[in-house]
């Protein structure tokens, strides 16, 4: 999978991909990220990437050429199966969504700042609108990290226990059970006793009406889903 992810901020996701999952999944090259410039691509004289809003009001809206050159050079190379723009308006994010987002070869992600992007790039050129919650961020960079780092973790190899991903909350509806390690005796407080017993049924058994307990607790909605 490649992953183009256009920016004025292009330091602001220098760190989230450089650590862990994201680095290993890169180092073994099952996934590339590539961060652009919005600002390289502005023909503006004094590289201007965003303007005063038609109509008035305050706040910039990030201007049509530069994103769109940038997009336009980047077709130009490859076909993309989405371009994805990060928004507080777009479709939420949720598991099932990063599951499909995974199975995609090639995606741009374009990062908002200010009031937005020119509606135009939104009409004619962005294929996806994802929010990532109900929260507003000060640009689309944080949400392209979190967006990018749900669908990378995805791909089959990017993990190193391969059926960890499958046990995550929300991948079947679910919540995650309670998980234990060493010592099974904690100044007192002890492991339940079913997880030392050995017995895999009974393990799975538990871990299963765990996993519904604490979603109808903390997340019935979830149940309602299906
Ligand atoms: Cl994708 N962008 C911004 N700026 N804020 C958000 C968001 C995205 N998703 C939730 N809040």
Redesign the pocket.
Known sequence: MRIDILTILPRLLDGPFADSILERAQQRGLCEIHLHNIRDYSTDKHKGVDDYQFGGGAGMVMMIQPIADCIDTLRGQRNYDEVIY???D?SRLGQHMCNELSLKANLILVC?HYKGIDQRLRDHYVTRE???????????EL?AAVLTDSIVRLIPGVMNDETSALTDSFQDDLLAPPVYTRPADYKGWKVPEVLTSGNARRIEEWRMEQAILKTQERRPDLLSNT
């Open positions: 990060l928004t507080p777009g908002g994802i929010s990532i919650g109900d929260y507003v961020l000060s640009g689309g949400a």
